[in-house]
């Protein structure tokens, strides 16, 4: 039977137990199924979405001759690998995903996962690709520095074991992120890799001592017979280098192969492969020259730079990891009888009461309601003095109480607590790439195509000219380049750079901030709770009518109760600190973005906001004096004045230090604010911004914005209130407090843990500093291949020097981007 017949009769064939055979891989297809792809002008069955998208990809990239000329079906997992899959199931159990998955809105999730077999950044772009394919995944990203992935998915059209099937399909294996796990997984990739490298550095040593033998032997004219003993005892020992310690290599470059990808590991294996047969060849053949010391340097070399590689990698993502690993495994629960039980962290549930000993760590978010401690929460703000806790403060999971015993009731738990965010962020901002990096990848790949069409090209001409050196100029050009230089140089910089800012206490929420943040030419601040504490007070509240106080404090309260402002919470506390009696009704709430809020009080049209919504409502205002460093709110009744409101703020303490620093930098800083413009225009000048404005609604903020813009300004937008979420947006780049709204740091790229909006400024210079090792990093890689090329196949390069220079490029990359931990 020829090939073809074989495999169109693959779909009508049975698999084992009698159900249809998937197409792709020949797998039972499940009963209900209905994974189909047009293959060869048929719809075949395929039994889950992984060999739908793999059997997709193929026939969209034009390649339907794999099916018709294969001569079997697609590899099936091995025995150890079907146990695996069978055993994904357990996964989708909601009891199993509480520990590792956040739910979103509806039937959205998300969860971290552990991918094992990542070697470069061709590995990560062939894993998203596949992935993102299949039905109901939304998102899906890796973090080359960690090698975990962020996914997000429709669990009402995919379940998670189907995703990580998916993963296995195309050769690499996906586990539920925990700490312990990443742990275990690490200490396997070294292990292995040191095992690797202990045997090619113990083999190479005799090799190397026999190859010396043999070199002195042409003086002390060694016999014939003992020259070719020598070479097979090369052989052997040089055997397991070549078929142990290079696998390192070969596998991944075959599953790419396999995948029609290439990779830097298919050079590095091709030139392998060729230095070791040509010396079989050799002693077989009792002709030309053994190079099994070459072989063995080569691989002994290159294994000791992914090894040193490896290293710097995990201590690039060490933060996110420390991060994870500051939230305990145990918790003390309060039982209904009184008494604690000590029970696993990721059984707590929101709405149950922990008690958190002195020293002891927070297991989930909560509210304290019972006991006053500092307590310690430096990885997650910076800040290196314990925060004071009382009754209705709340604290975050990880943070560790340093004084007496805490109650605290939960509210957040596993992936929903804040530590969890602030990974899964980090990891985003790791695995998201600026567009200069984005290119790289996109030339590394096209480069070792290039590479070896101009090797094949090179040994061509070598043949012509002397035949006897082609095949080692091959060699030699195949090691001595290093794309994965120009892979490396961005991810190690971003992976540093986050980890840094992070520990300053600046969270980068997207990869691409850096970029932008590094060409920021103005910084557009927003005034209360950016650079004013945003802690309002009711200074004085002055009667403008016949109302009685109590009453005038319900209305206040009952209306301000909507409002998520600094102006509007600070009227909500002394409205309910000064009431009396039963809230009254409130209907018609309606909110005026940067003015107030009016609505019906009782039945009563009562408006509480700045003189811009007075007039709005056509309501004539008395007139009075105020101070340029007050802050006016009126209260009206119907169409008449009821109160007259002053709240007071203050300026941040390193408010001047961030503008003096930014205008050094030769940064523009403008001051833009929705409060009284003559208000504004004194803080500004007390500053020294270069612009201030105010009486700005959002709309005018982002006219200011869209004008700098388009003077060709960069900016970067710096707010806290649910009214600056529009600006952040249409920003550059922009910064959310970490005090502001939900909403101002959802739309924000980075968000100030600390409050420090001093950190602004380092933020910038950082950038800048980054961006600049990032141009480095690539320069360096650039001209390392543009002139090691030339060179090897000019034949000045050994094998054995090319594998050292392929090594000290990519230890170069990596070096050079750690320095970014001293900034």
Not at 294 to 319: D, P, W
Not at 591 to 605: H, I, L, M, N, P
Request: net charge negative; proline share 4%; with cysteine.
């Amino acid at each position: 039977m020829t090939a073809e017949a074989r495999t169109e009769a693959r779909p009508e064939a049975a698999a084992p137990g009698g159900d249809a055979a998937c197409f792709h891989c020949g797998l039972p297809v499940p009963a209900g199924a209905d994974y189909r792809v047009l293959v060869l002008g048929e719809q075949r069955d395929m039994c889950c979405p992984g060999c739908q998208a793999v059997a997709q990809a193929i026939v969209e990239a034009d390649m339907e001759d794999y099916y018709r000329h294969r001569t079997e079906a697609s590899p099936r997992p091995d025995d150890d690998l079907e146990r695996v899959l069978e055993e994904l199931a357990i996964y989708d159990r909601p009891e199993m995903q509480k520990s590792f998955v956040a739910n979103r809105d509806g039937e959205r999730r998300e969860a971290s996962l552990i991918l094992e077999g990542i070697v470069c950044a061709a590995c990560i772009w062939l894993s998203e690709r596949h992935v993102r394919q299949l039905p109901g995944v939304e998102s899906f990203s890796v973090n080359f520095t960690t090698h975990r992935a962020q996914v997000v998915w429709d669990n009402t059209r995919v379940q998670l074991s189907e995703i990580l099937r998916a993963i296995a399909a195309i050769g690499y294996r996906a586990y539920p992120y925990d700490p312990e796990r990443q742990d275990r997984v690490y200490r396997r990739e070294r292990h292995d890799m040191m095992r690797r490298l202990a045997v090619a550095g113990l083999v190479y040593l005799q090799v190397m001592m026999i190859s010396l033998s043999l070199y002195f032997g042409d003086f002390l004219d060694l016999s014939d017979q003992l020259r070719y003993f020598f070479w097979w005892v090369s052989l052997v020992l040089s055997t397991p280098i070549v078929l142990y310690s290079g696998q390192a290599f070969f596998r991944p470059a075959w599953r790419d192969l396999k995948q029609r990808r290439v990779s830097m590991d298919l050079p590095v294996s091709i030139s392998i492969l060729l230095a070791y047969g040509g010396s079989v060849y050799a002693v077989l053949t009792h002709s030309g020259e053994v190079y099994f010391d070459s072989v063995t340097m080569f691989i002994f070399l290159l294994l000791a730079g992914r090894f040193l590689e490896q290293g710097a990698r995990h201590k690039a993502g060490e933060l996110a990891e420390s991060l994870n690993k500051l939230v305990p495994q145990v918790a003390n629960r309060f039982e209904s009888d009184g008494s604690v039980a000590v029970i696993p962290a990721f059984d707590l549930v929101p709405g149950d009461r922990i008690l958190v000993r002195p020293g002891g760590p927070v297991p989930a978010d909560g509210v304290v309601i019972e006991g006053e401690s500092g307590v310690n929460a430096s990885m997650l703000t910076g800040e290196s003095l314990p925060e004071f806790k009382r009754a209705g403060d709340r604290v975050s999971a990880g943070t560790v109480n340093t004084e007496s015993p805490l109650v605290v009731e939960v509210d957040k738990v596993g992936q929903d607590t804040m530590v969890s965010s602030i990974v899964r962020l980090i990891d985003r901002a790791q695995s998201q790439k600026p567009r200069i990096a984005e290119t790289a990848d996109r030339f590394a790949r096209k480069f070792v195509i290039g590479l070896l069409v101009t090797t094949a090209l090179v040994t061509a001409a070598w043949l012509v000219i002397d035949p006897s050196r082609a095949f080692w100029i091959a060699v030699a050009i195949l090691a001595i380049t290093c794309p994965c230089s120009l892979s490396l140089a961005t991810p190690a910089a971003i992976a540093v750079a986050v980890g840094r800012l992070t520990r300053s206490g600046l969270l980068v929420t997207r990869g691409r901030a850096l970029e932008g943040l590094a060409r920021v030419t103005h910084v557009v601040f927003d005034k209360t709770g950016t650079l004013t504490t945003g802690e309002l007070m009711v200074r004085d509240m002055e009667p403008l009518a016949d109302v009685d106080s109590a009453r005038l404090a319900d209305m206040v309260a009952a209306l301000e109760q909507y409002a998520d402002h600094p102006v509007g919470r600070a009227l909500a506390a002394w409205g309910n600190e000064h009431a009396h009696g039963a809230a009254p009704t409130v209907t018609e709430v309606e909110s005026a973005s940067g003015r107030g809020v009016s609505g019906y009080v009782d039945g009563e049209r009562v408006a509480v906001g700045n003189a811009r919504l007075m007039d709005e409502l056509g309501i004539a205002l008395p007139e009075r004096e105020a101070a340029v460093d007050e802050l006016v709110v009126w209260v009206a009744r119907g169409s008449t004045p009821i109160a007259r409101a002053v709240l007071s703020d203050r300026l941040r303490d390193d408010a001047a230090e961030v503008v003096e620093r930014l205008k050094g930098q030769g940064v523009s800083v403008w001051l833009l604010s929705g409060d009284q413009p003559d208000r504004a225009a004194m803080i500004g000048r007390h500053l020294g911004v270069d612009h201030a404005e105010g009486g700005l609604l959002p709309e005018d903020k982002m006219e200011r914005v869209a004008a700098l813009q388009a003077d060709g300004g960069r900016v970067l937008m710096v707010g806290d209130g649910v009214n600056d979420a529009p600006v952040l947006a249409c920003a550059d780049v922009s910064m959310a407090m970490g005090g502001g709204t939900a909403v101002a740091k959802h739309s924000a790229d980075m968000v100030l843990l600390n409050d420090r909006v001093a950190e602004t400024a380092f933020a910038v210079g950082y950038a800048r500093r980054t961006m600049g090792v990032i141009h480095q990093n690539l320069t360096w890689s650039v001209w390392y291949n543009a002139i090691a090329i030339p060179i090897a196949a000019l034949g000045f390069v050994q094998p054995w020097l090319a594998a050292i220079g392929m090594s000290v490029s990519s230890i170069a990359v990596i070096g050079n981007a750690l320095r970014l931990r001293r900034g």
